[in-house]
Each structure stands twice: as structure tokens, then as C-alpha cells.
């Protein structure tokens, strides 16, 4: 079992910025990536950033130049730093985990979702 940890959401105006966190913790072997994906109403959960236990990181189009992602090893932590935020931003934000237990079974685990909504 991992527990997946979520916290930085909330509202903020267009053009504000937003720091997300993500701290996974439990059965976790080895760590392959972490990463962030979003739902909006209506839409389908798109991925918006991830990065690998490497450091490549990899971007969905529409937030490339104005969100970045980054890692904490050590404490198993994600981060998505969110700027120049826009009102499509709005959706919940899921954090992901890609991981492997001490069987080296993989898993993909997802966090409960925290709330962005940036006004106009």
C-alpha cells in the first residue's frame, strides 16, 4: 500500500501562481516517476507533467514554459510549480506514482486530488 499525500491547491487570480506537493509514502521499493495529471469538467485527465527517478521530466503542451516540476528523493516528494496561471488551468490535480514493491511488482498509484480554480 502507498499513500499519496496532496496539498498546495486553492483558488488564486489569472496570472497568480500555485505550488503543488505530493509526498508518497509505504510499500514503495523503488520510485520510477511522479508525476501530475488534471481533470477538468467534462474533459478527460490529461497529464500535465512528470518526471522519472533519472530527472527527465516530460510537459503537456499547454502548460510547457509556465509550470515545472521537480523531486525530492529523499523524501519521496513531487512538486509542481504552477505561474502565469490561466482560468482553463482550473481543474482537480491529481498526483501519480509509479513504483515498484520489494516482489518488483509495478504499480501506478493516484492521490485523492486537490482543487485549482483560477478566476478571471
Known amino acids: 500500500q502507498v499513500q499519496l499525500v496532496e496539498s498546495g491547491g486553492g483558488l488564486v487570480q489569472a496570472g497568480g501562481s500555485l505550488r503543488l506537493s505530493c509526498a508518497a509514502s509505504?510499500?514503495?521499493?523503488?520510485?520510477?516517476?511522479m508525476g501530475w495529471y488534471r481533470q477538468a469538467p467534462g474533459k478527460q485527465r490529461e497529464l500535465v507533467a512528470d518526471i522519472t527517478s533519472g530527472g527527465s521530466t516530460n510537459y503537456g503542451d499547454s502548460v510547457k514554459g509556465r509550470f515545472t516540476i521537480s523531486d525530492d528523493n529523499v523524501k519521496n516528494t513531487v512538486y509542481l510549480q504552477m505561474n502565469s496561471l490561466k482560468p482553463e488551468d482550473t481543474a482537480v490535480y491529481y498526483c501519480?506514482?509509479?513504483?515498484?514493491?520489494?516482489?518488483?511488482?509495478?504499480?501506478?498509484?493516484w492521490g485523492q486530488g486537490t482543487q485549482v480554480t483560477v478566476s478571471s
Open positions: 509505504g510499500s514503495i521499493f523503488r520510485l520510477n516517476a
Open positions: 501519480n506514482v509509479k513504483y515498484r514493491d520489494s516482489n518488483w511488482y509495478s504499480y501506478s498509484s
